[in-house]
């Protein structure tokens, strides 16, 4: 198997498993574990300690519907991956790297997704927002194929940031 093939594979492999634990819900979550387990990017207790912070940053950080969880994790995965100094020093030069990777990916995610907030992103793919904390909502959610637009969304946001760190380290 060639260099580019396995490339291919391994970033198949993240989103498909990010698509797959969009199941779970905690969108933040499944883009960070699926990049970070495929990317070994951190031991297990390192990674549950992240996971744990992803959690309530789904929904539109804590359901507020305002950065989507897809984005947020992408953008924790990409720290993980590419900070490689040790994080309670100051270091701007290195710094550096992972804030213009970071804003890459932003960007990228806007064009792509077509808007950054959860809430645009359902108003706009969906007809309008629904509150996926109330049971009745999420039922019109899931009805709506909210659960297929959500891991669609994680899926390419894991992919992206699992490419730009490989991309990163290669340089």
Request: aromatic fraction near 6%.
């Amino acid at each position: 198997m060639t260099t580019d093939a396995t490339h291919k594979d391994l970033l198949d492999r993240v989103q498909t498993e990010a698509e797959e634990l969009m199941k779970m819900h905690a969108c933040a979550r499944c883009t960070l574990l699926a990049v970070a387990k495929n990317l070994n990017l951190a031991s297990d207790e390192c990674l549950d300690v992240a996971l744990k912070t992803a959690i309530p940053l789904s929904g539109g950080i804590a359901g507020t519907r305002n950065e989507c969880g897809g984005l947020i994790g992408g953008v924790m995965a990409i720290g993980l991956g590419l900070i490689n100094y040790n994080p309670r020093t100051d270091n701007p030069e290195a710094r550096k790297v992972v804030t213009a990777a970071t804003k890459q990916f932003y960007r990228w995610f806007e064009a792509e997704i077509g808007h950054a907030r959860c809430y645009d992103i359902r108003d706009s793919k969906l007809g309008r927002f629904f509150d996926a904390s109330d049971p009745e909502e999420n039922r019109k959610f899931i009805a709506a194929g909210g659960q297929e637009l959500c891991a669609g969304i994680v899926g390419k946001s894991a992919r992206k940031a699992a490419e730009m760190i490989l991309a990163a380290r290669q340089k």
